[in-house]
């Protein structure tokens, strides 16, 4: 194999899926090329290096080659800078927590094959955090992290244990009220909301989702994901309260869906300015990136961010402690959605109502 020609093939590879991601299309194997983002910005600079100084520049296809790469890898760039420490901190940090204000979160998908019961309950001692919400959760979860958890104060519970690997348990240790389980768009894909109530007594919104990933056998486009994504963003735009969101996203936080629904929200994003913190695949070194999300308004500071040890899952667990200072808001404000974002939400959510209707009207006939 010849160096040269295979760094001009992977060249142009390179260009068609930077390009991919921007392509109004909801078909699974366009979406797909959201999620190796970092990869291939990685592999473009690496082929952009070899070419420059393996091989002499002679002719103008080398210098349009050079120009070519040279874009797409800024482009690439430009798309996952925000999620380095290079880049401004969007979510502030907290300086003197209130311990009656401040509330931890743990987020694990458990993987619903998974029976490294042990490891998941020793990762919640690990955190001792206040709210526990797990993903991909069948009956023999929900009863082995009963019985693991029993007598350390997760008093309050939000449960939905299913068979379809999209299961959720949420408990907590703080007051939760106005508890509800909805299936926003299909009777098999629940999502958790409900009011925690902090030691302050002052009340936070938890919204917890999981859609279905943009893939078969789940799903053959990322309608149902985005759809779902739009329906809680309009919430949390909307809301009286401080918001959190948290869940298995089954999307990366550069994707065009993902930055929609921050932009429809309002919310704000702990991992810029900080970094990747990839929660999949635990059970790759390369192929990883972040698809479970904390997503908070501006009334919050962040404490801390971490990413948890391997539980025989996935999915690696995902922990954030947050300071609620609802007086330092001004400071991290976010920028209203424009028209145009409104409309594109919007847009996606009657899309899903549509294919719904549609599969309806088949099965019918």
């Not at 509330?103 to 001692?125: A, C, H, M, P, T």
């Not at 300015?273 to 908070?296: C, E, K, Q």
Request: proline share 6%.
């Amino acid at each position: 194999m010849q160096l040269k020609p295979f760094l001009q093939g992977f060249g142009i590879l390179a260009v068609i899926l930077s390009l991919f991601p921007f392509v109004a299309a909801d078909y699974w194997w366009i979406r797909m090329f959201d999620y190796p983002h970092v990869q291939l910005t990685i592999l473009t600079l690496v082929a952009l290096l070899v070419y420059f100084f393996r091989f002499d520049l002679r002719s103008w296809r080398d210098y349009t080659f050079i120009f070519v790469l040279g874009g797409c890898f800024l482009l690439q760039l430009l798309k996952i800078y925000p999620y380095t420490p290079f880049a401004e901190e969007e979510l502030k940090e907290n300086t003197a927590t209130v311990p009656a204000r401040s509330i931890d979160l743990l987020s694990i998908n458990v993987l619903q094959k998974n029976e490294e019961y042990g490891k998941v309950i020793n990762e919640v001692f690990i955190w001792k955090p206040d709210v526990l919400i797990f993903t991909e959760t069948n009956e023999k979860w929900q009863n082995e992290l009963r019985k693991g958890l029993q007598g350390f104060g997760y008093e309050y519970r939000m449960e939905m244990p299913l068979d379809n690997t999209y299961g959720m348990l949420v408990y907590s240790r703080l007051e939760l009220q106005d508890q509800k389980i909805e299936f926003l768009l299909e009777d098999s894909i629940p999502s958790m909301h409900a009011r925690i109530v902090l030691p302050s007594r002052e009340l936070v919104q938890l919204h917890v989702i999981h859609p279905t990933p943009p893939m078969p056998p789940h799903d053959g486009s990322s309608t149902d994901r985005d759809a779902q994504m739009m329906m809680v963003a309009k919430r949390s735009k909307n809301a009286e309260l401080p918001v959190i969101v948290a869940g298995d996203f089954n999307d990366v936080a550069w994707s065009e869906t993902t930055q929609l629904f921050k932009s429809v929200s309002r919310l704000l994003d702990p991992r810029i300015g900080r970094g990747f913190y990839n929660t999949f695949n635990a059970d790759s070194w390369i192929m990883r990136w972040p698809l479970d999300h904390l997503f908070v308004s501006e009334d919050f500071r962040l404490v801390k961010i971490k990413v948890g040890n391997h539980v025989g899952s996935d999915h690696f667990p995902f922990y954030a402690k947050l300071s609620l200072e609802p007086s330092k808001g001004a400071v991290q404000k976010a920028s209203p959605p424009t028209k145009d974002e409104l409309k594109e939400a919007e847009k996606q959510i009657e899309k899903e109502v549509e294919k719904d209707q549609k599969e309806k009207a088949e099965g019918k006939e």
